[in-house]
């Protein structure tokens, strides 16, 4: 019975959408003339042929063949020729007897070739990979297309020293364009513009350093990147990540798109589409090279990105925004023609002339104005100090909303009218979501405009001029010094959509704090809905007392976790000694509700333990151990609208161990009683082995209907009624029964009693039971967990 499932669900995924696989032996060749000839995997899931580019213009290319019939919708893993299309008519890919193949345009020119040879015949074969093998007979590859990737990687496929992903021009044009993938050389996995006049690198960020805050490492020479076909990725520069749908066997890709970003596509089958699993960016305008010289990305949530010039500056091509903005005026005129216009949210990355510490505003104008390159200059004041930096800049490029560190200064000419005014709303600069940002700045401008427009700020970022009153004092006594790590964390947030509130803007969504929804060892949890009708559960975390920016950093990191089996986290709020977390509200309630009120069958169970398991592993793998949950319960697994489990609560622990005494390490008040593992009793080394044995806990209660932090009254295990954990419990009934069946029958919850599988609930059980050892060594990886509950016999029927 399982076996036809399996095969029924196998051959619905990976049907030959026709029976014409053949190889291509030598002296053959392939038409242009002829849709037909297409070589085609084994498995039916890939096809190599013409692939119609423009009128009358064709590449050779692998595609999905099983997706989708209409050519139209074909998804191009591959490209022979991208650069140089080749007529429809008498073109050819013909594998010549010695050993090479050639693409030839129109039966005359040789566009393209594998520059091979072999003594022996060879065969050109499509592998069910997707890669294309020209091999001789003997068995000896020749050449491979997986050596020559275009803008795609395939599960299995390497990225290696010498190989790269290049990016199409545009979504509907197949060239090579200006955005790379490639290991550099540090060893580092990164992204690349590589533009017309320019170059940068611009991921990981640029501004961090190198091998230290990128989290790299640079002495791996390997230089090796796979992805595997469950969704995890490795480099050997230790850059990790699984997909959101980790675990799922799926069809997969890994692109880097037109426009500069590397994303992980699956394929949803029932949506018949590709859906993002992972994005390296999710704010796109820190892809550099995107609104071209002088130009302004800014983030339109829903749409994309923006583009616009400068005051005073104008678009070069209103269809191609990659060549940027020029001036409307004469940069070369005298010097006293000249004035600073100030753009206070903007930032432009790169291209300072040089850096200059501790000069005046005045100073470091003189010092543009002497440079006849000076187009601008960033400026940061730290009010704390008085220490200030000047930075010239003698391009403007990568420029991009909102900025975090200091103002920036154009060079205007004088008396021009222009005003910033118009600028900020061209980009839609929002009061009411970004005022909090603005409060982080250091402020140094005496010109009256200004002097108003941040009292504006302020009213539209607190609702009110009492608690702006309030907020004043505020800022004044605990406005924290602000450093450079500050400033990256506040980039870092900024990518990652993941925002700060303002106390009041949560006082205000809980109706101050009033609807209660949970209450656990980390703070207090209310029900609130945010001003964009979001509903939110907000987590008061108990005092605080760590500083600001630690609080930020930790923050960060949670706010970068992004997993279907994870509560989404929406943004935090951290003002004197309130620390929040906002996060997305699960209407159907926790897993400890839908147990106690029975309404889960034995399906939805096993879907909630796999699906918590596979939370559980993103956690672990993504952040290698730096994330553990620390208290995995029914009472921090909710439950979506599908009854799909995401889990909460996750890097509370961290959170929070600063705020007790540092000597303590991990403290002993971690965990729920029931659930905790026996190296907090035993003061062992914590690591993500705790969640495992946690785990296995909530598995053995979810099966058993019997709460583990009450454990069993156990009547039948001698004259005297006892009172047993949970697990042993457990063990104690297998040791004793004569098979599984009637084992089963003493520990199985009567609720779920003849309507299970028995196969996958001992393979469950047996999970439950090795996570829960005493040994932590004993216990599986949570990706091992994964891995067994996902083994053929347990897919779903
Ligand atoms: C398809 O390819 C497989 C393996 O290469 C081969 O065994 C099979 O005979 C081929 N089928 C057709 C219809 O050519
Ligand atoms: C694609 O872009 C390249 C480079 O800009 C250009 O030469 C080529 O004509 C374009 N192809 C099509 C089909 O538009
Ligand atoms: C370098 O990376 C490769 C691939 O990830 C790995 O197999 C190898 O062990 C690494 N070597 C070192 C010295 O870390
Ligand atoms: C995008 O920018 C253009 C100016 O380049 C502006 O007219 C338009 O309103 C902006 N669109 C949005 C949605 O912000
Ligand atoms: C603007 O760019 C498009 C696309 O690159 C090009 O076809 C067009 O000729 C350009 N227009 C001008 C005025 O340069
Ligand atoms: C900054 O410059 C002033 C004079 O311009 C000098 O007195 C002060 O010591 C300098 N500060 C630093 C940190 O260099
Ligand atoms: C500001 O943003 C909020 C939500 O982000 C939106 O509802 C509101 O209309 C925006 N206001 C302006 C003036 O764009």
Not at 34 to 41: A, F, K, Y
Not at 638 to 645: G, I
Not at 647 to 674: I, P, Y
């Amino acid at each position: 019975m399982g076996t036809l499932i399996l095969f029924i669900l196998f051959s619905a995924l990976f049907a030959p959408a026709t029976s014409t696989n053949r190889t291509l032996s030598g002296g053959l060749s392939l038409s242009s003339e002829n849709p037909e000839d297409v070589l085609t995997s084994p498995n039916g899931v890939f096809s190599a042929g013409f692939y119609p580019v423009g009128d009358n213009a064709y590449c050779f290319a692998i595609w999905f063949a099983s997706l989708t019939s209409r050519s139209q919708d074909r998804t191009v893993v591959w490209m022979a020729n991208r650069d140089q299309p080749v007529n429809g008519r008498k073109s050819k890919l013909f594998l010549l007897r010695t050993g090479n193949l050639i693409l030839t345009d129109a039966g005359e020119f040789t566009v393209w070739q594998t520059n091979t040879n072999s003594l022996s015949s060879s065969e050109l074969h499509l592998y069910d990979t997707g890669n294309l093998v020209l091999r001789t007979l003997g068995g000896t590859n020749l050449w491979e297309s997986f050596h020559f990737p275009t803008d795609t990687l395939l599960p299995q496929q390497l990225l290696i020293r010498n190989t790269k992903l290049v990016s199409s021009i545009s979504q509907t044009n197949h060239s090579s364009g200006f955005y790379k993938l490639l290991f550099d050389n540090h060893n580092v996995l990164c992204l690349l513009y590589d533009g017309a006049e320019v170059s940068s690198m611009y991921w990981p960020l640029p501004w961090l350093k190198r091998g230290q805050d990128d989290g790299r490492f640079v002495y791996n020479s390997s230089r090796i990147a796979v992805l595997d076909s469950f969704g995890y990725f490795s480099s050997s520069d230790k850059f990790t990540f699984s997909s959101a749908d980790y675990g799922q066997l799926l069809h997969r890709r890994l692109t880097v798109d037109y426009d500069g970003n590397l994303r992980l596509y699956s394929w949803d089958e029932e949506g018949e589409m590709w859906v993002v699993s992972w994005q390296a960016f999710q704010v796109p305008c820190m892809i550099h090279g995107v609104c071209g010289a002088n130009g302004i990305c800014s983030h339109v949530p829903g749409i994309g990105r923006n583009c616009s010039c400068l005051p005073g500056y104008k678009v070069i091509n209103h269809t191609d925004w990659s060549q940027g903005c020029e001036p409307e005026f004469d940069l070369s005129f005298g010097k006293n023609k000249f004035d600073f216009l100030q753009l206070s949210h903007l930032d432009f990355y790169g291209y300072d002339y040089s850096t200059y510490p501790n000069r005046t505003l005045d100073q470091c104008k003189n010092l543009c104005l002497e440079l006849a390159e000076c187009k601008a200059f960033q400026y940061t004041f730290r009010s704390d100090d008085g220490y200030s930096t000047c930075y010239p800049k003698i391009l403007l490029r990568n420029g991009h909303l909102p900025s975090f560190g200091g103002s920036f200064y154009l060079r205007v000419l004088k008396n021009n009218h222009l005003s910033n005014a118009n600028l900020a709303e061209e980009v839609g600069l929002n009061c009411s979501s970004k005022g909090a940002l603005l409060l982080e700045r250091a402020y140094t401008k005496s010109r009256v405009n200004g002097i108003v427009k941040f009292m504006l700020w302020f009213v539209c970022g607190l609702g009110g001029l009492e608690i702006v009153g309030i907020f004043f004092v505020w800022f004044l006594l605990l406005r924290t010094p602000k450093n450079s790590t500050a400033d990256k964390q506040g980039y870092l947030l900024a990518i990652t959509g993941f925002r700060k509130f303002t106390y009041s803007e949560l006082k205000k969504a809980t109706k101050g704090f009033t609807e209660e929804i949970g209450r656990g060892a980390g703070g207090v949890v209310y029900k609130g809905v945010l001003a964009d009708n979001r509903v939110a559960a907000i987590k008061q975390l108990y005092e605080a007392n760590q500083g600001e920016d630690v609080f930020l950093a930790e923050v960060s990191i949670i706010g970068r976790l992004n997993h279907m089996n994870l509560i989404e986290m929406w943004g935090y709020c951290a003002e004197g000694k309130h620390r929040l977390l906002v996060s997305e509200y699960m209407e159907h309630g926790s897993l400890a509700d839908n147990l106690s009120s029975n309404a889960l069958d034995w399906k939805k169970m096993f879907e909630i333990a796999f699906g918590t398991a596979k939370g559980l592993s993103y956690l672990h793998e993504e952040c290698l151990e730096w994330v553990l949950h620390c208290d995995v319960k029914p009472e921090n697994i909710f439950l979506d609208s599908n009854y799909q489990p995401k889990v909460a609560d996750f890097g509370l622990s961290k959170l929070q161990s600063r705020v007790e005494t540092d000597n303590s390490s991990f403290s002993r008040m971690r965990g729920t009683r029931g659930y905790m593992a026996p190296e907090w009793v035993f003061n062992l080394p914590i690591t993500s082995k705790v969640d495992v044995y946690s785990y296995g806990i909530v598995v053995l209660e979810m099966m058993t209907g019997k709460d583990a932090a009450k454990g069993v009254h156990d009547i039948d295990s001698g004259e005297q009624p006892q009172h047993k954990r949970l697990v042993s419990w457990v063990r104690e009934k297998k040791n004793r029964a004569a098979s599984i069946e009637s084992w089963f029958d003493e520990i199985i919850d009567p609720r779920l009693k003849g309507k299970y599988d028995i196969g996958k609930m001992e393979t469950l059980i047996g999970v439950a039971l090795q996570c829960a050892e005493e040994e932590k060594d004993a216990r599986p990886s949570m990706r091992q967990v994964v891995e067994m509950l996902l083994a053929p016999e347990n897919d779903l029927q």
